[in-house]
């Protein structure tokens, strides 16, 4: 009756009954040895419905009869069962004793009990920070769950095993073996697999989707009983609203935790939740300024010895950290150091954990007046943070993890900006570079994600042929699925592939590629509601405050509501107002953020923030006709040049190679009007420079696939959808259906430029820490040089003249951003929408 526990408690009791019906009929020993092993198993029922004291009482009962009978097999399943209740609750120690005695008597149990006690064993061996028990009983289980052959207990060890790798800190491998063992067709009741895998989602940074997890294993638990596993699924949810900032709904979750399991008596389950509390009340008041109240350290500090006396270091140290934090609020630094200096340092696999607790240390340092100790804690737990991406060759888990950075990043930047220029590009370089990685390349073909994407190909295109509204939700519907199953796949298939290691640059070495490229770097930032930016100008660096975040945000705002505006050419007579608007706005903002800089060079590279991105930036009066590259750091930059042949010991170059006749690769999607003359008038133009061109009609996305993975130049034109909520699944509509950002990944893209003249797809979804997922940032962070696409809708007359003088200038060998602005300023004020990202390419 698995999930059923109010219906297993009928059941057992009424079998209690029946038992004591019999006594007179049943030998003695026989009746004895059943009711025994039924009040084993209500205890934990019991446990479930009504609290550790009413389970406790079973035992108790059980316990009786086990002395009378002396029986050790008895004995080793009472062992278990309060095993089973001590680690429910919290009590770790008093669990690992119980396991340990009902290991060493494993005859008493059947091979299926027998996998149970190990998987058991092994989960609270990882809890209580000895690996290799864990290790051991783990592969037992395994072991015994293949020989048995039974779908629910494979897919226990399957997805225990997924656990364990989460534990280990390989979450890859943790969220492929747990969707493993979701695809088997076991008679299992889910809900405790979704929390776990709602744990392993929050520790990978995916926040969203942790949510979405939880919320689903919530409905699945029934009306009644359950109290348990609620508190700990609100428990989650609490924690996940926290790293979102979402801070009333994060409290309220866990509040409602805490009473539940003070209710049911988990008393190291509470302190958990009492934990996140306060957590949150501490953010609160960050936020705020405020001093917490004296209380909050002392609730912190009754927590450490709660989990002390349970064995959970873990919970433990967390707790030091948040008696820590609220005394370095309450201006008691010396109390904060203490506290921190009391933490075991355990290694528990959680590099969120360990990267709060840094966060807190760095801070406490800070108000010591220990800056350089702060500075050198930063750079490890940054070190850190990149470490953890060497596990994934996945664009959507190395992007996301980067949450549990945002706070060590912010505190970094307090102590860089007084420090001067410098300072402030190494902090940013420093926080930004943790994700980015050489793309990993020779993914193995995989059957099963290649067939997902074909479905999901085909449900796309049902979408677009206007269906009945019914139709269209049930397609709608079909097609999340999918995308789940396909980033589910995604995650699986890159802990077999690890990511590339991170290439290295140093700041002065980029700065030099710069002075090669003729280009001035301008890089914004966010620093205590206050847009900044960082400026290598003439070779010189310097920081400036720009203006009031909010301003700068409400003005970016409105630059896109009127582009998108601006480009129906359907406004009549609201002409002016719009374009209007839209010029008094890019005036402000050039006046706020680019005029200061007084820069003389040839370009601009510049490097944005979620605040500021997706703006027209060719519209502001200073950037007219100037060459404009979007970067995603100073580094990446660089790379791209030194990576074409510039570099500081050959300045001659000038970023022109000599590399003969190019290969060109021109694709068109369906329904584009003027798509076939532009697609004609590009290839024309490459092939009277002698270059190699291939026209593709109809287009196909294998055919795109392939040819971004050889150098040269691809253009697509075609329709582009960019999909905020699951930016990897942005799109570029072709003859078979679209091509997704993610179906890049497997062999990366090797293309020199890649021009995607269609809507929306220069566009980007910000994840925390400025990191971005989309098509176009998805086509250069697998190894593009240089990319061109629009952040808003180009008409198509538009888009294919712009284009058109885009690859002239190009075809003569200027360089792509250059080639762009000259582009721009020729055509249509609305192709101010196209952008060169990444960096340069220099035909």
């Not at 935790?257 to 190291?268: D, H, L, N, Q, W």
């Amino acid at each position: 009756m698995a999930g059923r526990p109010m219906a297993a408690a009928h059941s057992l009791a009424a079998a209690l009954d029946e038992i004591d019906r019999l006594s007179g009929q049943a030998p003695t020993r026989q009746r004895l040895e059943l009711r025994c092993k039924t009040l084993i198993t209500l205890a934990l029922t019991e446990l479930m419905l009504s609290g550790v004291e009413a389970a406790t009482t079973r035992l108790a009962q059980a316990e009786v009869i086990v002395d009378e009978l002396s029986d050790s097999a008895l004995r080793a399943r009472l062992n278990y069962q309060r095993a089973n209740i001590h680690g429910r609750v919290g009590d770790l120690a008093s669990a690992w004793d119980g396991l340990e005695a009902a290991a060493g008597q494993l005859d008493a149990f059947t091979p299926h009990e027998q996998c149970s006690v190990h998987l058991s064993r092994g989960m609270l061996a990882f809890e209580l920070f000895r690996p290799q028990a864990a290790l051991e009983s783990f592969a037992e289980a395994a072991r015994l769950a293949h020989a048995l052959g039974g779908l629910e207990q494979e897919f226990m060890a399957r997805h225990n095993e997924g656990y364990a790798a989460y534990l280990l800190g390989d979450l890859p491998r943790s969220l492929a073996g747990m969707a493993d063992a979701d695809r088997l067709e076991a008679d299992v009741f889910r809900a405790p697999s979704r929390l776990d895998r709602g744990r392993v989602l929050l520790e990978a940074g995916l926040v969203r989707e942790a949510i979405e997890t939880l919320e689903v294993g919530t409905a699945e638990l029934s009306a009644e009983g359950h109290d348990q596993a609620r508190a700990e699924f609100d428990l989650e949810l609490a924690r996940a609203h926290r790293l979102l900032g979402h801070l009333d709904r994060s409290a309220e979750a866990a509040a409602m935790s805490r009473a539940a399991f003070e209710r049911i008596g988990a008393t190291a389950w509470a302190a958990k939740a009492t934990l996140v509390g306060l957590m949150v009340d501490l953010a609160k008041q960050r936020g705020s300024g405020r001093r917490p109240p004296l209380e909050a350290a002392g609730r912190a500090d009754a927590l450490v010895e709660t989990a002390t006396e349970n064995g959970d270091a873990e919970l433990a140290d967390a707790a030091r950290v948040v008696s820590g934090e609220a005394l370095l609020l309450g201006g008691d630094v010396d109390g904060a150091r203490t506290r921190l200096l009391g933490l075991e340092r355990v290694s528990t696999g959680s590099l969120s954990d360990e990267l709060d607790a840094a966060a807190v240390t760095a801070a406490v340092l800070v108000a010591a007046g220990e800056s350089a100790a702060a500075r050198r804690l930063l750079s490890r737990a940054a070190r850190r943070l990149a470490a953890g991406q060497e596990g994934s060759a996945s664009l959507d888990l190395r992007t996301a993890r980067a949450v549990h950075g945002v706070r060590l990043a912010s505190i970094d930047l307090d102590l860089a900006v007084p420090r001067g220029s410098p300072a402030v590009i190494e902090t940013l370089e420093r926080w930004r570079s943790a994700t980015d990685r050489l793309p990993s390349l020779g993914r193995p073909t995989d059957d099963e994600l290649a067939s997902l994407t074909e479905t999901l190909r085909s449900v796309r295109a049902g979408m677009r042929g206007a269906p009945e509204p019914e139709q269209l939700r049930d397609l709608q519907a079909r097609a999340a699925r999918l995308e789940r199953q396909i980033r589910d796949r995604d995650w699986a298939l890159s802990s077999q592939t690890r990511s590339g290691s991170a290439i290295p640059m140093r700041v002065r070495e980029a700065r030099a590629a710069l002075d090669v490229a003729d280009r001035d770097l301008v890089w914004l930032f966010t620093h205590r509601q206050r847009l900044c930016g960082v400026g290598v100008i003439g070779g010189r660096a310097s920081v400036r405050d720009l203006m009031p975040l909010p301003e700068a945000a409400e003005l970016a705002r409105r630059v896109r509501v009127d582009l998108r505006a601006a480009a129906t050419h359907h406004l009549g007579p609201l002409a002016g107002a719009v374009w209007g608007s839209l010029r008094s706005a890019v005036d402000r903002l050039d006046a706020a953020i680019i005029r200061p800089w007084r820069s003389s060079r040839g370009g601009l590279v510049l490097v944005t923030c979620e605040e500021m991105s997706a703006l027209p930036w060719a519209l502001l009066p200073s950037m007219h006709t100037r060459p404009l590259t979007i970067a995603s750091s100073l580094t990446s930059f660089s790379r791209r040049e030194t990576a074409s042949g510039v570099t500081a010991d050959a300045p001659s170059r000038a970023g022109r190679v000599a590399t003969g006749p190019r290969s060109v690769y021109v694709s068109v999607g369906p329904q584009l009007t003027r798509a076939v003359g532009e697609a004609h008038a590009v290839a024309a133009t490459w092939t009277r420079g002698g270059h190699q061109v291939e026209v593709a009609t109809p287009s196909s996305a294998r055919g795109l696939v392939e040819a971004l993975t050889r150098g040269g130049v691809v253009h697509v034109a075609a329709h582009g959808t960019h999909q905020v909520e699951s930016p990897l699944f942005s799109s570029l509509a072709l003859h078979d259906g679209p091509l997704f950002a993610h179906e890049l990944q497997p062999s990366g893209v090797q293309a020199d430029h890649v021009v995607l003249s269609a809507c929306d797809v220069g566009s980007a979804t910000f994840r925390p820490g400025d990191e971005q997922l989309g098509l176009a940032a998805a086509v250069f962070s697998l190894g593009a040089r240089s990319v061109v696409a629009a952040v808003a809708p180009v008409p198509d007359d538009v888009a294919a003249a712009a284009m058109t003088a885009h690859h002239e200038a190009l075809a003569a060998g200027v360089p792509s951003d250059e080639a762009l602005a000259r582009a721009i300023s020729s055509t249509d004020p609305v192709a101010a929408a196209f952008l060169n990202l990444g960096g340069r390419f220099t035909p």
